[in-house]
């Protein structure tokens, strides 16, 4: 039972294009959704993050668009660079204590020079 | 400095065989996690903990044991290793805020033959 689903399992784009990953969720009660980067050969790491009260999130170069009631959001990388080429696991909180979180299986995204 | 340890970094084993994996975090958090990575199943929770003493059943518990001795000390014990659990082990902290940002390791490379 996937409870996130990222629709893609890779994606490339050429450089200074915007790549755009997606992601939906059945469960209503998720109300936080992270976005976690990995490289090959290391753990995966924070990249972005939005809470269901807001509709988006921007950090520089990277944006998080949340449509809570179609359940699903989307990561929208800007001006996309080589060094973005990585693994992306879209997330979500359930559980109200322990902060677990629960993955998609990941969208490979290769960035071309 | 790394905050996230594991050891070891790389093992083959046996089927059959007992398999204990570590991981040592320097963050001060009270929560720690154990996950699996498999290509087309993203990262899965196997165990996690909310403190000294405490492990408690992620998603895919079966055929893995966790302890927790210490804040900083979180192992996951495979007591019959069998080659389904060939896949790559991650091991991260986190705060007990339920938006805290989970930190992880390098990941330890487990094939069982």
């Known amino acids: 039972q996937q409870q996130v689903r990222q629709s893609s399992q890779s994606l490339t784009v050429w450089e200074g294009e915007t790549a755009i990953l997606n992601c939906s969720y059945e469960?209503?009660?998720?109300?936080?959704f992270p976005w976690y980067q990995q490289f090959p050969g290391e753990g995966p790491a924070l990249l972005i993050a939005?809470?269901?009260?807001?509709d988006k999130k921007e950090d520089g170069r990277f944006t998080i668009f949340f449509n809570k009631r179609e359940k699903n959001l989307s990561l929208h990388i800007k001006d996309s660079q080589p060094g973005d080429s990585a693994t992306y696991f879209c997330?979500?909180?359930?559980?109200?204590?322990?902060?677990?979180?629960?993955f998609g299986i990941g969208t490979l995204l290769s960035v071309k020079p | 400095e790394a905050a996230v340890t594991q050891s070891p970094r790389n093992k083959v084993a046996v089927t059959g065989g007992k398999v204990t994996l570590s991981c040592n975090q320097t963050?001060?958090?009270?929560?720690m996690y154990w996950y699996r990575q498999d290509t087309g199943h993203g990262l899965r929770l196997i165990h996690y903990?909310?403190?000294?003493?405490?492990?408690e059943k992620g998603d895919i518990p079966d055929g893995y044991k966790a302890s927790r001795p210490s804040q900083e000390n979180f192992s996951l014990i495979l007591e019959l290793a069998t080659p389904s659990q060939t896949s790559v082990y991650f091991c991260?902290?986190?705060?007990?805020?339920?938006?805290?940002?989970?930190?992880f390791g390098p990941g330890t490379r487990l094939t069982v033959l």
């Open positions: 991260a902290s986190g705060g007990d805020n339920n938006y805290a940002e989970q930190f």
């Open positions: 469960n209503s009660a998720f109300d936080y």
């Open positions: 939005i809470r269901s009260v807001s």
């Open positions: 997330a979500a909180n359930y559980g109200s204590s322990g902060n677990k979180l629960i």
């Open positions: 963050n001060n958090h009270n929560n």
């Open positions: 903990s909310y403190g000294a003493g405490s492990t």
